[in-house]
């Protein structure tokens, strides 16, 4: 089992930046999969980005060239690098782990991004 402890969320303009951190508890942090989602009121959870055990990403057509996701499993930590903020990304965003694409994921808490001026 992995806990899950989301961090960075905030309030930014349109075309600011925020680097969110997902720090996860307990051991073998670099046999899962990683990701990022994201839901806004009254819509369906989005899955925004992923990176596997080997270092793939893959990202949502909505954040391609804006967002990176990377990891450090060193540190236990995946990050969420948001860039060109639009109004359209405010929502709540959740960090997720799973050993494989048919394991249910474990979810952390979720952190709150919101993009106005």
């Known amino acids: 089992q992995v806990q899950l402890v989301e961090s960075g969320g905030g309030l930014v303009q349109p075309g600011g930046s925020l680097r969110l951190s997902c720090a996860a508890s307990?051991?073998?942090?670099?046999?899962?999969?990683m990701g990022w989602s994201r839901q806004a009121p009254g819509k369906p959870r989005e899955l925004v980005a992923t990176?596997?055990?080997?270092?793939?990403?893959n990202y949502a057509d909505s954040v391609k060239g804006r967002f990176t996701i990377s990891r450090d499993n060193t540190k236990n930590t995946v990050f969420l690098q948001m860039d060109s903020l639009k109004p359209e990304d405010t929502a709540v965003y959740y960090c997720?782990?799973?050993?494989?694409?048919?394991?249910?994921?474990?979810w952390g808490q979720g952190t709150q991004v919101t993009v106005s001026s």
């Open positions: 307990g051991s073998s942090f670099s046999m899962y999969l």
């Open positions: 997720s782990a799973r050993r494989n694409w048919v394991q249910a994921p474990y």
């Open positions: 990176i596997t055990q080997s270092d793939n990403t």
